[in-house]
């Protein structure tokens, strides 16, 4: 019997992989991911089951589909409506730990003496304009039918930066990031070329890679972002830094090398940030290219790729001659769909310092990677323990822009020193507030520093007695 992928079926039922995985786990069929195959039987039921839930929300379409299966009519009904309770739930009213009673009637749509009706009825007397605590108004919106969510208190960090999780209505998705890793020379920036259509690698000095370089290209319509790496084993930080923040790494290894020590590196780095891998096989034009070598020594080294019965894709490319780079991307998107990544455009920003270094003329420049919110021209903002206000942002492509969203690499000027490279990055509401941090936070570092040199003295001081 032919079997069906699941990100094939999910395709068909117009749903993302991640989607029809949640829903195969109500069905209690349990699947890895979206490769992961399907008998054809199981495919058609779900098929016939999508066509039930629709035909559930449409009466126009009623009559079409009353057959003799009334037995698993009547079940698929069922699995249906708890899809369709979980789709609610999704949907649930957000309520902070307490709440103005005029307030929560806006929230959810109904009046303040309806409220005051149910209030009543718990045996609470509270106005219009007095609070009343979460779990009150939890027991009143689920009276009314609505699912609720309890609210996460805003959180300071202890320099005043607010982080403040973000409501799921407000999310929208955003691109992924993508860093590429691999072993010296084993072709990255070539891989980077060859999806760009540039020629980065012949223009760096000794043909090596000393920078995260940050690039982005757009593919049927969507943005990835790419982060290169450094292979060389100087770099490992670097390295550590591009798992932490991507997505999805993309590992190359040459295919007449095989896998080398810094593969390992980027394989545990990967790993450690439990950031799913592709491997691309590189340089299979090569007389000497042995991929099943390389599949070989990548399952010793914990990387079992799918044909070999594992859940890493792995695409046979070949950078200098283009082969195989449609392929590739076509599964890094397939891959970040199944991550369904969000992240919230309208609020102040944050991300993380890719690199930075002092430019004779332009003063501190660093490169940074927007994670969530939107970057505009004049935000003041905080990165580690430096500030600034953003005077002037350039995106990759070398072009001045104005504002950077959710999973956008720019270089930024107006820093008022260098800030590290790995450094969290916050916008602020204004500059006073940025420096006012900044000072607590250099404050703070002078503090350890004396405690590290006070505890040194100390101890040399015992070795003497
Ligand atoms: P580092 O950044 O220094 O770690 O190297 P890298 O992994 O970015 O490798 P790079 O792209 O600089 O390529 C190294 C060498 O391999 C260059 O001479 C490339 O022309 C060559 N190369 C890259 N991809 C291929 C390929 O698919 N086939 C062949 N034959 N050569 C390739
Ligand atoms: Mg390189």
């Given amino acids: ?97 307490t709440i103005v009673v005029q307030e929560f009637a806006n929230k959810i749509g109904k009046s303040v003496s309806e409220i005051i009706t149910k209030l009543i009825g718990l045996g609470v007397f509270a106005s219009a304009n007095q609070n009343i605590d979460y779990d009150v108004a939890a027991s009143i919106a689920l009276d009314f ?28 998705e955003r691109p992924p990031v993508i860093t590429v890793m691999g072993h010296v020379d084993h072709g990255k920036t070539s891989l980077l070329d060859a999806i760009r259509n540039t020629n980065v690698t012949s223009r760096e000095a000794g043909g090596i890679t000393q920078h995260i370089g940050a690039s982005e290209v757009e593919v049927n319509g969507k943005r990835i972002v790419f982060l290169d790496t450094p292979g060389h084993e100087a770099f490992t930080s670097m390295r550590a830094r591009g798992a932490s923040i991507t997505d999805i790494a993309i590992l190359v290894v040459a295919a007449d090398d095989g896998v080398m020590p810094q593969t390992k590196e980027a394989i545990s780095h990967a790993k450690a940030a439990g950031v799913p891998i592709i491997v691309a096989l590189n340089k299979i034009d090569r007389p000497n290219a042995n991929p099943d070598r390389v599949k070989q020594e990548l399952s010793e080294n914990g990387v079992l790729i799918e044909e070999w019965g594992g859940d890493t894709i792995c695409v046979p490319v070949s950078a200098l001659k283009g082969e195989g780079i449609d392929n590739l991307l076509e599964m890094i998107l397939l891959v970040a769909e199944m991550q369904e990544l969000k992240a919230n455009p309208n609020k102040l920003a944050s991300g993380t310092v890719i690199e930075a270094k002092l430019d004779k003329s332009r003063g501190p420049v660093a490169t940074i990677l927007v994670q969530n919110g939107t970057l505009k021209v004049g935000d003041s903002i905080v990165a580690g323990a430096v500030y600034g206000r953003i005077r002037a942002m350039v995106n990759d492509k070398g072009n001045n822009i104005k504002k950077a969203g959710p999973a956008t690499a720019v270089e930024i000027l107006g820093l008022s020193d260098v800030p590290e490279a790995g450094d969290r990055f916050n916008a602020v509401k204004e500059d006073k507030l940025a420096r006012q941090i900044v000072e607590k936070r250099r404050a703070k570092i002078r503090e350890e520093s004396l405690n590290a040199t006070a505890k040194v003295s100390l101890e040399d001081l015992f070795k003497h007695i």
């Fill in 1 to 97: 019997m032919s079997k069906v992928r699941v990100y094939q079926l999910a395709k068909e039922l117009g749903m993302s992989s991640k989607e029809l995985i949640n829903k195969l786990a109500e069905l209690d069929i349990t699947v890895t991911n979206h490769m992961s195959a399907l008998e054809e039987e199981t495919a058609d039921i779900l098929k016939e089951l999508y066509e039930v839930k629709r035909e559930d929300t449409n009466e126009k379409t009623e009559n079409k589909k009353k057959t003799n299966k009334k037995g698993s009519k009547n079940k698929k009904t069922k699995e249906a409506s708890k899809i369709e309770e979980k789709e609610h739930d999704q949907e649930a009213i957000m309520i902070p730990e």
């Fill in 145 to 172: 039918g609505m699912a609720v969510q309890k609210e996460e208190e805003k959180e300071e960090d202890e320099f005043g930066i607010e982080e403040i999780p973000d409501r799921p209505e407000d999310l929208k």
